[in-house]
């Protein structure tokens, strides 16, 4: 079965730099969540984007930006990196928002 | 208060015990349930949801669910060496502007030694 897609896998920048994480949902999912997981913190919510609209704002820095396209994929954008920023972030799918939430793989962010 | 508290661990159990893991969530009008496994640098993978109160099993794997207490388990039968990894709980909220997130315990990190 076709799985949450995240690219890159790894990025490594530099303090003050911008980064874009991309998420491709499973086929047919409208619903997109972003979760940043510290090390050795549990996931935390960020944003997500049903039918391509912000449904719902968490703890993301104003650094950060995000959108859902007409693809229904999804971009992480990520600028002023910094050191705080180095984790994992993951990106979930699902239909309609009420559905069991499925998990990317992640990309591992480190800022250095 | 974190909306979901789990029970803090590290949990070991031998080959074939039973590993009980706990959980408890803040907003009494929570629907949904969720227990995830993560294994280190992976991502969380479902084990288990549970929406309605009792008992729900899936092979080795049983979810309980208490409303009434705010109470949200998962046992693992026959637990094997494969099984060892962390244990998320999460729990999706009732409230209207947060419906849908996710809010997850911090996590049991089970080892099952041979």
Redesign the interface.
């Known amino acids: 079965a076709a799985g949450v897609i995240q690219s890159p896998r790894h990025l490594i920048k530099e303090k003050r730099e911008t980064a874009t994480l991309k998420c491709y949902p499973i086929p047919r999912h409208d619903t997109v969540y972003w979760y940043q997981q510290g090390p050795g913190q549990d996931p935390q919510f960020l944003i997500s984007f049903y039918e391509k609209m912000q449904s719902d704002k968490g703890s993301i820095p104003d650094r950060f930006s995000a959108q859902q396209f007409s693809d229904y994929h999804s971009e992480l954008n990520m600028s002023s990196l910094e050191l705080g920023d180095s984790a994992l972030y993951f990106c979930a799918s699902n239909m309609g928002r009420v559905e069991t939430q499925y998990f990317g793989p992640g990309t591992r962010l480190l800022v250095l | 208060q974190k909306e979901v508290e789990q029970n803090s661990g590290p949990l070991s159990v031998p080959e074939g015990a039973i590993a009980s893991l706990n959980c408890t969530y803040s907003d009494r009008g929570s629907q949904?349930f969720?227990w995830?496994r993560q294994y280190s640098?992976?991502?969380?993978?479902?084990i288990m949801?549970i929406y309605s109160n009792g008992d729900k099993e899936d092979g080795r794997f049983t979810a309980q669910l208490n409303k009434a207490s705010q109470y949200v388990s998962l046992l693992i039968r026959d637990s094997q060496p494969s099984d060892s990894a962390t244990y998320?709980c999460a729990v999706k909220t009732s409230r209207g502007?947060?419906?849908?997130?996710?809010?997850?315990?911090?996590?049991t990190q089970l080892t099952v030694w041979p």
């Open positions: 949904s969720f995830y640098g992976k991502s969380p993978e479902l949801s998320l502007s947060t419906l849908g997130r996710l809010y997850f315990g911090r996590g």
